[in-house]
């Protein structure tokens, strides 16, 4: 079992930046690949990016994130974050880190049902 709790989120203008974090603690953190997705109101949770645990800790990122986003994780620290930069109203969302057991290091997710644990969320609220 892996519990995890996100932190960081708020109330920031646009062009602002935030830093989320999500800790974990449980089972062997260093072994699961990791995700970062959000869900505005009425729409459906989507991928915002990944990480796997290779040593080289390949990302994926949707397109809405590219170039504003950046993921990286501590696995001393058990923990996972989410640099996010240039912000836009359109990044308003609850956002969810989520942990998949990945068998294999070079392992990333990019869907909602490969993600085995997940977090409560944090909100992210950018104003025009």
């Known amino acids: 079992q892996v519990q995890l709790v996100e932190s960081g989120g708020g109330l920031v203008q646009t062009g602002g930046s935030l830093r989320l974090s999500c800790a974990a603690s449980g089972r062997i953190f260093s072994w699961y690949a990791l995700g970062w997705f959000r869900q505005a109101p009425g729409k459906e949770r989507e991928f915002v990016s990944a990480?796997?645990?290779?040593?080289?800790?390949?990302?994926s990122y949707a397109d809405s994130a590219k170039g504003r986003f950046t993921i990286s994780r501590d696995n001393a620290k058990n923990t996972v974050y989410l640099r996010m930069n240039s912000l836009k109203p359109e990044d308003t969302a609850v956002y969810y880190c989520?942990?998949?057991?990945?068998?294999?290091?070079?392992?990333?997710?990019?869907?909602?049902?490969?993600?085995?644990?997940w977090g409560q969320g944090t909100q992210v609220t950018v104003s025009a």
């Open positions: 989520a942990a998949a057991r990945a068998y294999s290091s070079s392992n990333l997710y990019t869907q909602t049902n490969d993600y085995d644990y």
């Open positions: 990480i796997n645990w290779s040593a080289g800790a390949s990302t």
